[in-house]
């Protein structure tokens, strides 16, 4: 049974990858296609006249793809560890049945899965409380701890650390801080690396905090980058013709918006082979009761 | 039954913080916006003196406008220009563009969290209508008349584009007051097989058009006889036979009867879907048409591809003659081969039209008086309009023979500031040409301007207040979405879909629209005697 799985699952699963890697594939060729081609032909799944000109175009100025990409890369990294290191405290704290607070606090961190303040509000205590504005932690405070991170890492400290290791290391006379770092987080690295994965994607693919926060050019991250071109074109095309043509700024060519987007893709597909075997394991374990 | 308990008290707490919250939420934006009156009394105040030293102020000036590299440096050289010719306005300016993508999110929040700024552009695709509603710009009346001489020099005949409830909220570009449409082809395949344009713009039949579409697809392989510009027809039937009040509902400018109609059910539009339609049937118009308009995969990018002969129903460029065919130069060089325009039509002085270009002043201004200044300044001071426009002379560009060109060996992309949107403030008229441009662009315009002028429009002032019938629109809105793209393309067939639009069009409460919009004119005509 477990040595021949069922044929029909294999054609599905087939399928189904299918269906993830073809969008992937149109994308690569269109940016490896001559711009007139495009014009001419529209998108097709075989390059019609091989072309990098648009990969050309971008190393030739590179300065804001490369910018975007460090400011993406050190977001991505500082905000991975501290949000790792909040997430699992609060989470550890709220699975300690011995906690006197931990139903309020628990309620709370489920309150935020259910309401959120708004736009507005959410806006305001980062330009008027924090002043974050225009600054990297604009682009790493906001993502640094989702209610649903803290919920599934809770789950696993609750079910896969005996309480009884607790009060062993208690009796040899541990403290509360040697405890969490010398037992608990060596213990539960599959959880840690399950979250690392969740939150460094979010990390990576976020640009609304850029759209929202940043003017500075210099901090603008790989997505938004992506996003801003994207979103001109959009917006250019809905008001061109009630602006009657006035507004002349030209659309950056399909392939070079294409070309970023594989750039754009390029570390996630590296880094999550690496990270994939935690990615089972910690997932399965923190959601499972039992 | 603890924990039951430990949940009330703590719902309890929630919901008292919350109320507290709001409630210091909702002082703070009152006292907000009380700050941001009182500075307005200051404002006056020291603007009597304003041959004495006012305080130094920075003017922030939002604008959409993609990145520009070089930004600071323009923007230091603004302040540095300005400190030393207008030593007493003493103020800076702080150039804050926004992107195109971004600009409704982020203007939003900013005018909502009350964050500091002076003046915006806006207009009334970008939100006008609904920023005056939530009283985030501030009245100009008085400002304009104390601060604002050179502004009412040129435009003081225009304000009622931006004119809501009796006060003026936005100022006009000083610019052309309307545009032409019209018929655009390439010279090459039009001298190759002899067109006569000079008819063709004699007649302005679109008719008169389909031999030549036909030689061309004869003859032509390979040749896309008219590609579509997003809404081809719309484009040309909106201007040339409809006065528009709102998207669908106009009067039909033949009539001078003041009777509000949606177009949809004039013989007009349907005269022209169905010969857009033929068109389409036999090949004339490019087969993915309906959806090209959608991707902004436009006309002139397919023209540039060399395999497209015309274009209908697109703006024409202002020249010294707008009644004659005249060759195209600006597109000639976007698209890379020459171009020849063929008007069918100059547009009437259009209420509409003069809301599509404005600066305002937020109510977040600290300063409006000074604001008001810097705004005057872009209508005086060619050198400031300049320098905001075409970045640095030497830097970002260089004059040949009073033209502008960029700087040897430097492209749009990477000479670091190509702002290029002359038409977003100031007097555009004191602005360079472009090399490549007609020299005398601007005298075409001003004499454009007077035939616009002579020739206003018979609603010319009116303004319609859609609130009453806002949920109604939305609902039309969504059923044109899925039929104007293939009725302009010519792709669906009129006959059979038009009534099917239509009926949809009542479901949606299209009649109360057009009821709504009579009533307003009729209110309108009373009070102005018309």
Redesign the interface.
Known sequence: MTQRANPLIHVLLLLTSLVCLIPFWLVLVVSLTEEKTLLRYGYSFWPKKFDLTAYLYLIQDATPIVRAYGVSIVVTVVGVIISLAITSMLAYSISRSDFPLKGIFTFYVFLTLLFSGGLLPWYLVYTRFLHVQDTLWALIIPGLLSGFNVLIMRTFFANSIPPSLIESSQIDGASELRIYFSMILPLSLPVMATIGLFVTISYWNEWFTSLVFINNQDLYTMQYLLNKTLLNIQFLAQVTSVAGGQITTRPPLESIRMAMAMIAICPMALVFPFLQKYFVKGLTIGAVKG | MN?KK??TV?LTT?LSSAIVFSGC?SNTTKSGSSSSESPKNTASSTAAAVKSDLKPYEVVMVYPD??Q?DLEKVQNAMNEYLKSTYPEMNMTVKL?PV?????G??TN?MF??G?KFDTIFT?N??GFESQVNKGALLPLDDLLKQYGPDIEKVEKDYHSGATRGGKIYGIHTHQELG?SQGIVVRKDLAEKYHFDLAALAKSRKMEDLEPMLKTIKENEPGITPMVG???PL??YFKSGKMEMILDPVGLVRSNKDFKAVSYYDTDEYMNLARLTHSWFKQGYINK?ASTSV?????GW??M??G?AFAIAG??MEIVSDNSVPAPMPIRSKQVGMDLIQIPFNIDSLRTRKLA??TQAISKNSEDPARAMMLLNLFFKDAKLLSLFNYGIEGTHYVLKNGQVDLPEGKT???VGFYH??Q?QIGNQMLNYTRVGEDPKKYENYEKFNKDVAADPSIIFGFIFDSEPVKNELIAIENVRKTYDAGLNSGTLDPDVEVPKLTSKLKAAGIDKVVAEVQKQLDEWRKANGK
């Open positions: 924990s430990g949940l703590l929630l939420s993609s990145t590299r804050n992107d195109w993508g971004a600009w999110d982020k929040l909502a969290s964050e207009a695709w970008l545009g510009l997003p809404l719309e484009a993915d959608q991707s902004n995969n436009d990018s397919k540039k591809t395999n697109a703006d599509d270009t749009t992309d990477n290029d949107n038409w």
